[in-house]
């Protein structure tokens, strides 16, 4: 078979699976990724198109590049849901569907056909996933948000910046495009579990608490740089990260270092001459450097300041110190990397408009998952021969009643040690009388080995492990995770606490032909490996795809890298600030008015949203398992990330050189649209008037204008219109930041909130929990951690299901601390064996004692 474009169909996970995607200007990415992986996806649109057809950036005959970006891979129809006619097609659509994503507003959903039991009604085992700015409950569940205010409210914003400046809004791609990772994350594991019970589910989506779970949770596992320090660390004003990835000034632009290992400190130290003055060994401790570096950097920035950044570049590499040129995303498009890797290919926006387009964000088998055809012309298809027509064969078509172990590989369910597994209460299905089941764990009894490492590898194997899968921490002493480095010298810490909960540990030295061993021997029994280690690493152990393959043929093996595993980088050290550096992110998040303002070091994008793209990419060949049989890989490069979710920006770039740049507080477009300062010290809300693409905005800007008392404005034609109001936005910001000036943060977000106005207030991260919206959906929830002080509050679910339980909260594990365990119970090995591996260094054991952090 092929696609629309000639382009050969390979087996791709999700074919069979129908969805109807009526997400309209929030997670639109959510769809085109669930298409990329083989699902037919039907975009649903009104008469006239869709709101996000007139969302720019735009081609010059209009076409919106946002939209087409977004909708590569689906189909499309026509279906006007304000119609009694049109609400009963979509009901017949809807009896032929999987999954149904929509983003109406909880007053729209009844007028639209989209209340969910009604939905359910027709066919019971449909995903409704329901996306909201807030969520369907809570007292923020009725306003209206954007990017700009998701990140305010989510706390990402109080850390963006530098030292003695406003907060920095980041680039206005990133809130959407990570929540839209995580929706389609929650889709498939509602789907999944759908699966084995029959039953469809209603997710209640929040964009606000997938951005503040997301893009640089303040609750989540953080970058091995920041040596385990806790959110109670961070300065009530923007804390100056900038020594954490130094970018200095090379002869012709920017360049960024990471210097976190120890080998990786002494590359650095024979670069530089090897300086007496840090000569002594406790300078192979990160902590250490960092406290020198006002001497250490000046130093580096004199070895960088007459070489070009192509030289430095290579000659890092020559000295094993990880380092990246600040580069722009445009350039990248034609790089020798990404031209090898196939990462762009060109797709017609508009007839004879075409732009490169990243080809999806993983690959399967070798293969990538990506443009198979552009996006739908308005109405391409004909919705009423579409109800008819019966989904393709595949793990979409029927809802049959599977055991709780359809997933796995066939061993018995083996919750994991420290997981806090419920009881049986936790699995339990509807009784023959009918009674509704409780919420379960779809993944129990699957096995997960995971290896891997700091921010990414940490997260795809929690979001396994929070749903009840048996995840298996492989770690070594002689290696360690990056992650379980902190400044008390403790073997745990909050961040590591928070990315590997849920989680077993087993000490296991794969570079011994016995460890080897019985890493297969493990793998034989499990279904998932995940690494995220320089490409080859596992090769080069024996524990590639080949070999675990021929002990489990079902295994999926996952692999996570900096720069993807083909190509000519792809040997480079890679870490998430380098990775930045070179897709262009790093200059689009600065102040525009200062060269060197480069504002990125506190975040830890896009480690945790990778984690996402890959663990629905598991979780989809997982499923295809279940029709085939037959396993696979997945592969992903986090650069290859920033470029999908940059798309529209990278399009525009293309047909407009120069257009895309760092754009700071002043949003473009319409007015207001920023950051104002409030009263108080450093008190900030976000005021954004064309944040809600599908609704009222000029009725959103009078109603503005009554509230910071400027009523003529409803009569001056200047503000008629959003281009009228983006070129005198001078005047209008004046006026809304002099009423600002007299409100809290709070008071001014409710304010506009009551209007209907789209605003929000800049919350740190020690704020979250009191905040009334996010304690009322539980974005936070205690974790049980013995070293840590209680209570160790940590993130809830990616969303509220019906039928799948909340994430467990079980404690992470100490270093080796279940080696014991697993070698009697998964190897089969005698207590004395055991202590004989241990003796060999082939097993770890774990210490006696260990300091309390």
């Given at each position: 078979?092929?696609?629309?474009?000639?382009?050969?169909?390979?087996?791709?996970?999700l074919?069979?699976?129908?969805?109807?995607?009526?997400?309209?200007?929030?997670?639109?990415?959510?769809?085109?990724?669930?298409?990329d992986?083989g699902?037919?996806?039907?975009?649903?649109?009104p008469?006239?198109?869709?709101a996000?057809?007139?969302?720019?950036?735009f081609a010059?005959?209009g076409?919106?590049?946002?939209?087409?970006?977004?909708?590569i891979?689906?189909?499309?129809?026509?279906?006007?849901?304000?119609?009694?006619a049109?609400?009963?097609?979509?009901?017949?659509?809807?009896a032929?569907?999987?999954i149904?994503?929509?983003?109406?507003?909880?007053?729209q959903?009844?007028?639209?056909?989209?209340?969910?039991?009604?939905?359910?009604?027709?066919?019971?085992?449909?995903?409704?996933?329901?996306i909201?700015?807030?969520?369907?409950?809570?007292?923020?569940?009725d306003?209206?948000?954007?990017?700009?205010?998701?990140?305010?409210?989510?706390?990402?914003?109080?850390?963006?910046g530098?030292?003695?400046?406003?907060?920095?809004?980041?680039?206005?791609?990133l809130?959407?495009?990570c929540?839209?990772a995580?929706?389609?994350?929650?889709?498939?594991v509602?789907?999944?579990?759908?699966?084995?019970?029959?039953?469809?589910?209603?997710?209640d989506?929040?964009?606000?608490?997938?951005?503040?779970?997301?893009?640089?949770?303040?609750y989540?596992i953080?970058?091995?740089?920041r040596a385990?320090a806790?959110?109670?660390?961070?300065?009530?004003?923007?804390?100056?990260?900038?020594h954490?990835?130094?970018i200095?000034?090379?002869?012709?632009?920017w360049?960024?270092?990471?210097?976190?290992?120890?080998?990786?400190?002494q590359?650095?130290?024979?670069?530089?001459?090897?300086?007496?003055?840090?000569?002594?060994?406790?300078?192979?401790?990160?902590?250490?450097?960092?406290?020198a570096?006002?001497?250490?950097?000046?130093?580096?920035?004199?070895?960088f300041?007459?070489?070009?950044?192509?030289?430095i570049?290579?000659e890092?590499?020559?000295?094993?110190?990880?380092?990246?040129?600040?580069l722009?995303?445009a350039?990248?498009?034609?790089?020798?990397?990404?031209?090898?890797?196939?990462?762009?290919?060109?797709?017609?926006?508009?007839?004879?408009?075409?732009?490169?387009?990243?080809?999806?964000?993983?690959?399967?088998?070798?293969?990538?998952?990506?443009?198979?055809?552009g996006?739908?012309?308005?109405g391409?298809?004909?919705p009423?021969?579409?109800?008819t027509?019966?989904?393709?064969?595949?793990?979409?078509?029927?809802?049959?009643?599977?055991?709780t172990?359809?997933?796995?590989?066939?061993?018995?369910?083996?919750?994991?040690?420290?997981t806090?597994?419920?009881?049986?209460?936790?699995?339990?299905?509807?009784?023959?009388?009918?009674?509704?089941?409780?919420?379960?764990?779809?993944f129990?009894?699957?096995?997960?080995?995971?290896?891997?490492?700091?921010v990414?590898?940490?997260?795809?194997?929690?979001?396994?492990?929070?749903?009840?899968?048996?995840?298996?921490?492989?770690?070594?002493?002689?290696?360690?995770?990056?992650?379980?480095?902190?400044?008390?010298?403790?073997?745990?810490?909050?961040?590591?606490?928070?990315g590997?909960?849920?989680?077993?540990?087993?000490?296991?030295?794969?570079?011994?032909p016995r460890g080897?061993?019985?890493?297969?021997?493990?793998?034989?029994?499990?279904?998932?490996?995940?690494?995220?280690?320089?490409?080859?690493?596992?090769?080069?152990?024996?524990?590639?795809?080949?070999?675990?393959?021929?002990?489990?043929?079902?295994?999926?093996v996952?692999?996570?890298?900096?720069f993807?595993?083909?190509?000519?980088w792809?040997?480079?050290l890679?870490?998430?600030?380098?990775?930045?550096?070179?897709?262009?992110?790093?200059?689009?998040?600065?102040?525009?008015?200062?060269p060197?303002?480069?504002?990125?070091?506190?975040?830890?994008?896009?480690?945790?949203?990778?984690?996402?793209?890959?663990?629905?990419?598991?979780?989809a060949?997982?499923?295809?398992?279940?029709?085939?049989?037959?396993?696979?890989?997945?592969?992903?490069?986090q650069?290859?990330?920033?470029?999908?979710?940059?798309?529209?920006?990278?399009?525009?770039?293309?047909l407009?050189?120069?257009?895309?740049?760092?754009?700071?507080?002043?949003r473009?477009?319409?007015a207001?649209?920023?950051?104002?300062?409030c009263?108080?010290?450093?008190?900030?809300?976000?005021?954004?008037?064309?944040?809600?693409?599908?609704?009222?905005?000029?009725?959103?800007?009078?109603?503005?204008?009554?509230?910071?008392?400027?009523p003529?404005?409803?009569?001056?034609?200047?503000?008629?219109?959003?281009?009228?109001?983006?070129?005198?936005?001078?005047?209008?910001?004046?006026?809304?930041?002099?009423?600002?000036?007299?409100?809290?943060?709070?008071?001014?977000?409710?304010?506009?909130?009551?209007?209907?106005v789209p605003?929000?207030?800049m919350?740190?991260?020690?704020?979250?929990?009191?905040?009334?919206?996010l304690?009322?959906?539980?974005?936070?929830?205690?974790?049980?951690q013995?070293?840590?002080?209680?209570?160790?509050?940590?993130l809830?679910?990616?969303?509220?299901?019906?039928?799948?339980?909340?994430?467990?909260?079980?404690?992470?594990?100490?270093?080796a601390?279940h080696?014991?365990?697993l070698?009697?119970?998964?190897?089969?090995?005698?207590?004395?064996?055991?202590?004989?591996?241990?003796?060999?260094?082939?097993?770890?054991?774990?210490?006696?004692t260990a300091?309390?952090?």
């Open positions: 078979m092929t696609g629309r474009d000639g382009r050969p169909d390979v087996d791709l996970p074919a069979g699976v129908r969805v109807l995607d009526l997400a309209d200007g929030r997670c639109e990415s959510t769809g085109r990724y669930l298409a992986l699902a037919e996806v039907l975009r649903i649109e008469p006239g198109g869709a996000a057809r007139r969302v720019g950036p010059e005959d076409t919106s590049l946002s939209f087409a970006v977004h909708s891979n689906k189909r499309g129809a026509v279906v006007d849901l304000t119609t009694a049109g609400r009963e097609l979509l009901g017949t659509l809807a032929t569907a999987d149904l994503l929509h983003t109406a507003r909880p007053d959903q009844a007028a639209l056909g989209l209340v969910p039991e009604g939905l359910l009604a027709v066919r019971p085992g449909l995903v409704v996933v329901s909201t700015d807030f969520g369907l409950t809570g007292p923020y569940r306003w209206t948000g954007s990017a700009d205010v998701h990140v305010a409210i989510g706390g990402l914003l109080s850390r963006s530098l030292p003695g400046l406003p907060p920095l809004l980041p680039p206005a791609f809130a959407d495009e929540a839209a995580q929706a389609a994350w929650a889709a498939l509602a789907y999944a579990n759908r699966l084995d019970t029959g039953r469809g589910d209603v997710v989506f929040s964009v606000l608490e997938a951005v503040a779970q997301v893009l640089d949770p303040g989540g953080s970058g091995s740089a385990g806790t959110v109670r660390d961070l300065p009530r004003g923007r804390p100056d990260a900038r954490l990835y130094p200095f000034p090379a002869a012709d632009g360049v960024r270092i990471c210097l976190l290992a120890a080998r990786q400190w590359g650095m130290f024979r670069w530089l001459g090897e300086p007496a003055q840090f000569a002594a060994a406790k300078y192979d401790n990160i902590v250490a450097r960092f406290a570096a006002g001497e250490l950097y000046p130093l580096i920035g004199k070895l300041a007459e070489r070009t950044m192509e030289t570049v290579a890092a590499i020559g000295f094993g110190v990880p380092a990246a040129a600040l722009d995303a350039s990248m498009v034609a790089g020798e990397h990404f031209r090898a890797r196939g990462t762009f290919v060109p797709v017609e926006v508009a007839p004879g408009v075409t732009v490169p387009v990243a080809d999806g964000l993983v690959e399967l088998d070798g293969v990538r998952a990506g443009r198979r055809h996006p739908p012309p308005l391409e298809c004909d009423t021969v579409l109800a027509a019966a989904p393709t064969p595949g793990p979409g078509t029927g809802i049959p009643r599977l055991d172990n359809s997933l796995g590989g066939g061993h018995a369910p083996a919750p994991g040690w420290g806090g597994v419920s009881g049986p209460d936790a699995e339990r299905v509807d009784d023959p009388a009918g009674q509704v089941a409780a919420p379960r764990h779809p129990t009894g699957l096995r997960v080995l995971d290896l891997g490492v700091i990414v590898g940490a997260e795809l194997g929690r979001l396994f492990a929070d749903h009840g899968a048996e995840v298996i921490k492989v770690e070594n002493r002689a290696f360690p995770d990056g992650s379980r480095q902190n400044r008390s010298g403790a073997q745990i810490s909050e961040s590591f606490a928070w590997h909960r849920n989680k077993s540990s087993l000490g296991l030295n794969l570079r011994d080897r061993e019985l890493f297969l021997r493990l793998a034989a029994s499990a279904d998932v490996v995940l690494s995220n280690f320089k490409p080859g690493t596992m090769e080069s152990l024996g524990l590639g795809h080949a070999e675990l393959a021929r002990v489990n043929p079902g295994i999926i996952a692999d996570s890298s900096a993807g595993s083909t190509g000519p792809s040997r480079r890679g870490y998430g600030p380098l990775v930045r550096a070179t897709a262009g992110l790093s200059k689009l998040w600065r102040y525009p008015d200062l060197d303002g480069f504002c990125d070091a506190i975040t830890i994008y896009p480690d945790h949203v990778a984690g996402r793209v890959s663990a629905v990419a598991v979780l060949l997982l499923l295809r398992r279940r029709r085939t049989g037959r396993g696979g890989t997945v592969s992903a490069a650069i290859e990330t920033i470029f999908y979710q940059m798309g529209a920006g990278l399009a525009e770039e293309y407009r050189p120069g257009s895309v740049r760092a754009e700071g507080n002043d473009r477009g319409d207001p649209r920023g950051l104002f300062a009263a108080g010290d450093d008190e900030w809300c976000v005021v954004d008037i064309g944040g809600d693409v599908s609704g009222d905005i000029d009725g959103a800007f009078g109603r503005l204008a009554d509230v910071v008392g400027e003529r404005w409803r009569d001056d034609p200047r503000f008629a219109t959003a281009a009228g109001r983006d070129a005198h936005r001078a005047e209008i910001n004046a006026a809304v930041g002099r009423w600002t000036a007299t409100c809290t943060p709070a008071q001014a977000a409710r304010r506009l909130q009551e209007h209907g605003a929000g207030q919350l740190r991260v020690h704020e979250l929990p009191a905040d009334p919206q304690a009322a959906r539980r974005l936070l929830v205690e974790q049980d013995p070293q840590l002080p209680a209570p160790l509050l940590t809830g679910g990616e969303a509220h299901y019906r039928g799948v339980a909340d994430p467990l909260t079980g404690p992470a594990p100490l270093v601390e080696t014991r365990l070698a009697e119970r998964l190897l089969g090995r005698s207590p004395a064996e055991v202590d004989e591996l241990v003796a060999a260094g082939v097993l770890e054991a774990p210490r006696t300091p309390v952090a």
